[in-house]
């Protein structure tokens, strides 16, 4: 394989979602297709590596020189409700949902022993610096329903103990659109322990 | 959404399976990651914009300065079997499988009548001048098991007929580590056909 070309391949395949293969297979469209494919890449790269950044209040994304980000200023959103995630990408997530109208607050990550992720290398000073600052009523805690998810909520919530303010988090249960015998055990435990009349 | 992330989205989504949420994923995943995803990505992309060409000879893959290409004058490859692909990228599946030694022949995609591909849009001429030229005596047909595949062999066995020259086909039928109720009613069909004793 030339070098360029299995360069181009690791550093593909390096992206969540792509293995080996399919890597190989973007790789050689890149190629194939310089014009159509390589250049809009190579240009959109760019631009994001020289003007997207982030925003400094809530940790989402935000183009450089709107400090803070548009949502964060934006008049129109309930500024007594915060929403707690992992990562900018959550956000995006929770905007498409269209059901959410308050503000957020990205950690970063979570908490991992594993990792290495201790709380002073997320953005927990930031939280709780601006929760009784911003005069935040609610915090919805939208993270991740793993083992490090369950650890991170249970830290904020205890450091929010003494301070007034609700903290919440998303309900588990199924998933819209899955079967019970596609379910794993433990989703399933905690659909039926969160069961609801009808 | 910033603009300069859903361009780099519509960007990522273009490459062969990628789809939009797994664009999103990628895209946000560059943009956390700037120095151990982008910058490398960024670096790839340009060098292979830089130095990655095609072959003269076979339409292969290979680097500026260096024409024809190595697998065309390597002299422990046979120089009598050439082998047709479609793609470059094909060039490298055959590779991998480790066995076969001869020449190659890209044409750089099939005839479709529906795409515009007509016989002076691929590699066709320069395949057929080599053949006599180079002392050819097999063609090895590796082209997609489809419609298209089947009218690029008809058509190159047609343009063949006259010349002293073996031309053969991969062979069709199941592939490896597949149920036969996964298989589709057509592969199904070459490999009933295509049957042999044990």
């Known amino acids: 394989m030339l070098e ?11 992206l969540p979602g792509l293995g080996r293969r399919s890597a190989e297979r973007a790789a050689l469209a890149l190629i194939s297709k310089p014009d159509q494919l390589a250049a809009p890449l ?21 183009l450089a020189g709107q400090q803070p980000c548009r949502m964060c200023v934006d008049q129109n959103r309930d500024s007594k409700l915060l929403c707690v995630v992992e990562e900018p990408a959550d956000i995006l997530a929770i905007e498409r949902s269209g059901v959410y109208n308050g503000r957020y607050h990205a950690l970063h990550g979570k908490l991992s022993p594993s990792r290495r992720n201790s709380p002073e290398n997320l953005r927990f000073r930031e939280l709780f610096q601006r929760i009784p600052e911003d005069g935040i009523e609610e915090v919805v805690l939208a993270l991740s329903t793993d083992l490090e998810g369950d650890a991170t909520a249970a830290y904020i919530n205890e450091m929010l103990v003494s301070a007034k303010v609700k903290v919440s988090r998303l309900a588990f249960g199924l998933p819209t659109d899955s079967g019970i015998g596609y379910s794993d055990p433990v989703t399933l435990k905690r659909a039926i322990n969160g069961r609801f009349p009808v």
Do not use: M, Y
Not at 4 to 14: G, K, W
Not at 42 to 62: F, K, M, N, Y
């Open 4 to 14: 360029p070309v299995d360069n181009l391949i690791r550093a593909l395949s390096r």
């Open 42 to 62: 190579l240009q959109a790269l760019g631009e994001v590596r020289d003007t997207v950044i982030c925003c400094e209040l809530c940790g989402g994304l935000t």
